[in-house]
């Protein structure tokens, strides 16, 4: 049932992207941000899951599988293809980060649902990853920790017959006022959000092909900044300029480099950050008045590494459902 909005409380009006006016007396459906993903799961077999404590690849290691119920939660992604999907990246190589869960987990479904054969990687998800490499075909997924460089080489082993398609989508949020910000937090979140893509990006061009594509997730926070949100804007600003620079500088070999801003989209992230009355209100301003899901993200980003983007670069879509127009 439709239910109204009167008085947000408190935290609401001093958080952002919460942060974003919201008009009182809203009559909103909540509906939509209530949805759940259905109830199935498939998980590793315990005792498999036990004796294998290593960080190797998970695609060099088998796994015995069971599906049972699971409360809902964001592990129960549904293991389908989209419904959606042609087999426009056919015979296509795609490297995505953060893919395991979120929105990085719906960009690889999708770019495997249009043919791409799909590297990606985990950080602490490996349960989900194996998931995903198991009930998608053509998947591989590979651990790495954003905040430390050295994992980059291994994210890099399956690439060795190069690539097309590289998505850098994991990141972290950070809610500090500047008055709390260490130094410590300052290189993490900086390092995560922006040193790490950047290095992904210098290593991945020599092996990207002609018509190779760049898509670089960015946030709608770069130009809806709120209170708190200084290092998380800051590392995705910085990360649309690295967009921009790198478009201009691998366009003469025929690569496309965009990045895409999501607006409210219903990701363990998401909901971390905003309780269910925020997200209510943050439907009740967004032109098509809902929160994004993952899918719709991972449909832009399709269409960027997708052969209809080919005149688009050095650009930035905002996937937003209309939060701000
Ligand atoms: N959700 C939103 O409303 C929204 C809005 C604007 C922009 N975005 C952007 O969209 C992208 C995806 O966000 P999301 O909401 O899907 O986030 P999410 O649900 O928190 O998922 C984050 C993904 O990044 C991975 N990750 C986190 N820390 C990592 C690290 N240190 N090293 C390597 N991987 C790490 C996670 O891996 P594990 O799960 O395996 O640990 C996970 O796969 C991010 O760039 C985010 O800034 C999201």
Same mark, same amino acid.
């Given at each position: 049932?439709?239910?109204?909005?009167?008085? =947000? *409380?408190?935290?609401? %009006?001093? +958080?952002?992207?919460?942060?974003?006016?919201? *008009?009182?007396?809203? #009559? &909103?459906?909540?509906?939509?941000? #209530?949805?759940?993903?259905?109830? $199935?799961?498939?998980?590793?077999? %315990?005792?498999?899951? %036990?004796?294998?404590? !290593?960080?190797?690849?998970?695609?060099?290691?088998?796994?015995?599988?069971?599906? #049972?119920?699971?409360?809902?939660?964001?592990?129960?992604?549904?293991?389908?293809?989209?419904? &959606?999907?042609?087999?426009?990246?056919?015979?296509?190589?795609?490297?995505?980060?953060?893919?395991?869960?979120?929105?990085?987990?719906?960009?690889?479904?999708?770019?495997? @649902?249009?043919?791409?054969?799909?590297?990606?990687?985990?950080?602490?998800?490996?349960? @989900?990853?194996?998931?995903?490499? !198991?009930?998608?075909?053509?998947?591989?997924?590979?651990? =790495?920790?954003?905040?430390?460089?050295? +994992?980059?080489?291994?994210?890099?082993?399956?690439?060795?017959?190069?690539?097309?398609?590289?998505?850098?989508?994991?990141?972290?949020?950070?809610?500090?006022?500047?008055?709390?910000?260490?130094?410590?937090?300052?290189?993490?979140?900086?390092?995560?959000?922006?040193?790490?893509?950047?290095?992904?990006?210098?290593?991945?061009?020599?092996?990207? %092909? $002609?018509?190779?594509?760049?898509?670089?997730?960015?946030?709608?926070?770069?130009? &809806? *900044?709120?209170?708190?949100?200084?290092?998380?804007?800051?590392?995705? @600003?910085?990360?649309?300029?690295?967009?921009? &620079?790198? @478009?201009?500088?691998?366009?003469?070999?025929?690569?496309?480099?965009?990045?895409?801003?999501?607006?409210?989209?219903?990701? *363990?992230?998401?909901?971390?950050?905003?309780?269910?009355?925020?997200?209510?209100?943050?439907?009740?301003?967004?032109?098509?008045?809902?929160?994004?899901?993952?899918?719709?993200?991972?449909?832009?980003?399709?269409?960027?590494?997708?052969?209809?983007?080919?005149?688009?670069?050095?650009?930035?879509?905002?996937?937003?459902?209309?939060?701000?127009?």
């Amino acid at each position: 049932m439709p239910q109204s909005i009167r008085t =947000a *409380p408190q935290s609401i %009006r001093t +958080t952002p992207p919460s942060t974003l006016a919201v *008009p009182q007396s809203i #009559r &909103v459906s909540q509906q939509s941000i #209530r949805e759940r993903r259905n109830q $199935s799961e498939l998980r590793p077999n %315990r005792s498999e899951a %036990r004796s294998d404590q !290593s960080s190797a690849p998970l695609s060099i290691r088998a796994a015995a599988w069971s599906i #049972r119920g699971a409360p809902q939660s964001f592990k129960t992604r549904r293991c389908a293809a989209p419904s &959606v999907g042609g087999m426009t990246l056919r015979g296509k190589t795609a490297l995505v980060t953060g893919g395991s869960r979120g929105i990085g987990r719906a960009i690889v479904e999708r770019l495997a @649902a249009d043919g791409a054969r799909v590297v990606f990687t985990y950080h602490t998800g490996k349960d @989900a990853a194996a998931e995903i490499m !198991s009930c998608v075909p053509g998947t591989v997924a590979v651990q =790495a920790d954003q905040a430390d460089l050295e +994992t980059l080489d291994a994210m890099f082993e399956p690439l060795d017959d190069g690539l097309d398609i590289l998505v850098n989508n994991a990141a972290v949020s950070s809610q500090i006022p500047i008055a709390d910000i260490t130094e410590a937090e300052f290189d993490r979140v900086l390092t995560i959000n922006t040193k790490f893509p950047l290095m992904v990006i210098r290593r991945a061009a020599p092996l990207l %092909r $002609s018509g190779g594509r760049i898509i670089n997730v960015s946030t709608l926070n770069t130009v &809806v *900044p709120g209170p708190g949100l200084a290092l998380y804007c800051a590392s995705k @600003a910085a990360l649309e300029q690295v967009t921009a &620079v790198a @478009a201009r500088e691998l366009g003469p070999r025929g690569i496309t480099v965009n990045s895409v801003s999501p607006g409210a989209t219903d990701t *363990p992230m998401f909901r971390a950050a905003n309780p269910p009355a925020v997200a209510a209100q943050m439907a009740a301003i967004t032109a098509l008045q809902r929160v994004g899901t993952p899918d719709d993200v991972a449909s832009v980003v399709a269409f960027l590494a997708g052969p209809d983007s080919g005149w688009l670069t050095g650009g930035n879509l905002r996937a937003t459902g209309g939060l701000i127009v």
